[in-house]
């Protein structure tokens, strides 16, 4: 690994960067909208392809349009090494999300080319694509297909809104070919590294300069639907109503009742969306559909807090005469990140006199499905009081310089 004072990160060079990239954007400054298979994506796309080629990295695409920039070690024969993240974003969004992945990796490899260091296995910073659920309402597309996890003949029905076909849209992007072709082989890579901000409190509150992460939770996600009996808001009295959504709103607090009876911190469950129909202030709601999500870092225990959901749901349509339809959208592993890495990880940071701790992901990033190709570690850096997804997000530039020399160390041992 180069010794600390040997590697140079240009945290303006690298800052500017992050700021030109927000620009590229449906959305107005500060906040940041850049939806999948979009103009501004393709625009965001051919930046970033110009910015790896200036790094004399070798680029190349899959028929999803995952994004690979492979620096070349000494060895052809050795599984390279892998580091990257996203840069779609969700709409009114902020520009560190996913990005800090993407252009500080850039960043972490030209420091080590920089310093001279020669690698023995190769080193590839992968740009996924899709890892917003926005367009499709599935996350993590690209590791998805790459993984294996989502399967390439099933997304044959993924459409956006509008019921545009995945496979229409990524065709019209310039993607073509079998998407079969973008899963990979266990042990395809020596390993993944992801820097991300935190999206969490912790680190700031505790001042803390990077979190080593030992684990991530994944998510599990129900749609609720609940059919009952419409009507005039005058004309049907109270008694013998069949409304879907008292019944949806005894669902919600049962979601948060559940999740808290757990007794554990990295239990979480939110009902993010709901649909009523026929939605007018006159009339009682004869449709209601709600969306849960159920996250944890303990499949068993997650699965426990879904169970005890559907019970309820059951007793809830049964006392109050209305149909209940359950349906799983997904229901993802969660991921423990590779101890031999995350020890790299650590070690890093003592020779840079980097303060860090070990920690939890409560959000899922694309290394919750890389972990099913090859050892896996994530790397968080502190995020102002934990917001993300929003235009306020903000990551300080100390905090990115640290977390891209911390990257650049693990990847110089791993590829050493």
């Known amino acids: 690994m180069p010794e600390h004072h040997s590697l140079r990160i240009d945290i ?53 349009g995952n994004t690979f920039a492979r620096w070349p070690g000494a060895s052809t024969q050795l599984p390279a090494v892998a580091t990257g993240s996203h840069v779609d974003a969700i709409p009114h969004a902020g520009k560190y999300d996913g990005v800090v992945g993407v252009l500080g990796a850039l960043e972490a490899i030209r420091a080590l080319q920089q310093s001279g260091f020669q690698p023995t296995r190769s080193i590839e910073l992968i740009q996924f694509t899709s890892e917003e659920p926005t367009r499709f309402g599935i996350g993590c597309i690209g590791s998805r297909l790459m993984s294996g996890t989502l399967d ?62 030992t684990h991530i939770a994944a998510p599990a996600t129900l749609r609720i639907t609940f059919e009952g009996e419409g009507g005039h808001a005058g004309g049907k009295l109270m008694p013998g109503r069949r409304d879907a959504f008292c019944a949806a709103s ?28 026929p939605g007018a202030v006159n009339s009682i709601p004869s449709r209601v559909r709600i969306d849960v999500d159920v ?15 559907k019970t309820a ?72 009081d934990g917001i993300s997804h929003r235009p306020d997000e903000y990551a300080a530039p100390e905090a990115i310089e640290a977390g891209v020399r911390v990257l650049a160390g693990t990847l110089a041992d791993l590829a050493a």
């Open 250 to 277: 005894e669902t919600v607090l049962v979601v948060e009742r559940v999740a808290l009876s757990t007794g554990s911190i990295d239990t979480v469950a939110t009902v993010g969306t709901c649909e009523i129909y």
């Open 313 to 384: 749901v059951d007793e809830i349509s049964m006392r109050r005469n209305v149909a209940a339809k359950i349906q799983m959208l997904n229901a993802d592993p969660p991921a423990t990140c590779a101890p031999q890495i995350v020890s790299i990880v650590e070690r890093v940071c003592q020779a840079e006199q980097i303060s860090y701790k070990r920690m939890v992901s409560r959000a899922y990033h694309d290394s919750l499905f890389m972990v099913r190709i090859c050892p896996v570690a994530m790397i968080f850096i502190p995020c102002h």
């Open 295 to 309: 996250r944890d870092i303990e499949e068993a225990r997650r699965d426990e807090v879904i169970s005890k959901i």
């Open 152 to 213: 390439a003949a099933s997304t044959d029905i993924l459409c956006d809104k509008q019921n545009q076909p995945l496979h229409d849209l990524r065709l019209n992007s310039g993607f073509t070919g079998n998407l079969a072709a973008t899963r990979m082989l266990r042990d395809h890579y020596a390993g993944f590294v992801e820097l991300h901000i935190e999206q969490g409190p912790f680190l700031e509150r505790d001042g803390i300069s990077i979190g080593a992460v």
């Open 12 to 64: 303006a060079r690298l800052s500017a960067e992050i700021d030109a990239l927000a620009l590229i954007s449906d959305g107005e400054p500060p906040a940041v909208t850049r939806i999948v298979f979009s103009e501004r994506d393709h625009e965001a796309r051919e930046w970033l392809k110009a910015r790896y080629r200036e790094a004399s990295l070798e680029v190349h695409e899959d028929p999803v």
